[in-house]
């Protein structure tokens, strides 16, 4: 019953920004949820996520001091708010949940996508220069 449903995904010029947002449904609660991309041609790589249990956040090196995660007080929703966008982040975003400490990588950033075995839809962001 466990449902990701992504929104807030578009078209921007370089410098812009965008909000993703992701809200989990169903009567299971996730111990972390976050976000992947994948560009045509390369691989789904993890963008950001936050762990309930510590409250603690992870980020790629790659949107380290641009891209912020955060989720509400319920943790109903997962959002994340991408800043300073660069053409370079144009991918699809897949909105992810883990319900294991090894599906939230114990804690720490995701490294594959086989990590995960719960997926949004995916929503395009487009970025041009």
């Known amino acids: 019953q466990v449902k990701l449903v992504e929104s807030g995904g578009g078209s921007v010029q370089a410098g812009g920004s965008l909000r993703l947002s992701c809200v989990l449904s169903?009567?299971?609660?996730?111990?972390?949820m976050g976000w992947f991309r994948q560009a045509p041609g390369r691989e789904r790589e993890g963008v950001a996520n936050?762990?309930?249990?510590?409250?603690?956040?992870n980020y790629a090196d790659s949107v380290k001091g641009r891209f912020t995660i955060s989720r509400d007080g319920y943790f109903d929703s997962v959002f994340l708010l991408m800043n300073s966008l660069k053409p370079e982040d144009s991918a699809m975003y897949y909105c992810?949940?883990?319900?294991?400490?090894?599906?939230?990588?114990?804690?720490?950033?995701?490294?594959?996508?086989?990590?995960?075995?719960?997926w949004g839809q995916g929503t395009q962001v487009t970025v041009s220069a």
């Open positions: 936050i762990y309930d249990a510590a409250n603690s956040t």
């Open positions: 169903g009567f299971t609660e996730s111990l972390c």
């Open positions: 992810a949940a883990g319900f294991t400490d090894a599906e939230c990588h114990y804690g720490g950033m995701w490294e594959t996508q086989s990590e995960v075995h719960y």
